[in-house]
């Protein structure tokens, strides 16, 4: 999934098209689910059919040749999925895999709007990041999950032994899906960038936090205060423990890390004896 805005000569971007399409997907309540998984199928087509990507996200061919190309494809599909898949490739994207990525993370808002759609958002969200606190110290497992060498059938076979009746469906779900997608991130990250998404659809920004030692209740509050006024909106802490870090803490908001950490210090002193 990209990061950041996509812009074609029509200044279609990822945010745009969220804004766009959010409302239609979180309308569709429980029924997310379902529209995320047929986006995911436009997805899964796109990023494995060079041709068919070529062809819908080609600028000079004109809008309406694709639209009707894509509808023609997607007969079967939820009409509500046709309308989007048609409009995004009427529009124009800086580059060919920029129409993948979108279509991606509306599936993926779709499948969270599910979520959101019965009160199980926070739920889905903090099940991701047990997930990948779990896999920190599960270096086989998660390397069985992200060896695209291994046939996906028995990834998929994994997640089911590992998480299935244990975690809400929505997150059962994107934990298959992100061991099938392993083309651009392993498995870990990209349950990450959907905890992300899930945080974003709630308003919030996500603060993953390395510390030497569990927080204390009071130490969580006062650094998400913080946190949040520092940045001027709510924050998600998402705390794993390493002791390997000695002390202090590495904060990471999007693309800023703050690392405070003894083994950064000691780091930073050693450069600076070797300078």
Known sequence: MADGAMRGESGASLAETQSVYEPVLRAAGTEGIQLGEQLFAVTDALGSSAGLRRTLSDPTLPGAVKADLAAGLLGAFD???????????????????????????????????????????????????????????????????????????????????????????????????????????????????????????????????????ELSAAQRERLGALLESAYGRPVQLNVTVDPAVVGGLRIQVGADVIDATMLARLGDARRRLAG
């Open 79 to 213: 009409a509500r999925v046709v309308d989007v898949v048609r409009d995004l490739v009427q529009r124009r994207w800086a580059k060919e895999a920029d129409l993948g990525h979108a279509v991606e993370r509306l599936a993926l808002t779709s499948v969270l709007s599910g979520a959101a759609a019965r009160d199980a958002l926070v739920t889905v969200e903090d099940e991701l990041f047990r997930i990948t606190r779990l896999l920190t110290t599960e270096r086989a497992t998660r390397i069985a999950l992200s060896d695209d060498g291994a046939p996906v059938e028995a990834r998929n076979a994994l997640v089911e032994d590992l998480f299935a009746g244990k975690v809400d469906e929505v997150t059962l779900f994107l934990a298959h899906r992100a061991t099938t997608n392993l083309r651009v991130r392993r498995f870990v990250p990209n349950l990450l960038s959907y905890a992300d998404v899930a945080a974003a659809l709630r308003q919030r920004l996500v603060a993953s936090v390395t510390s030497a030692v």
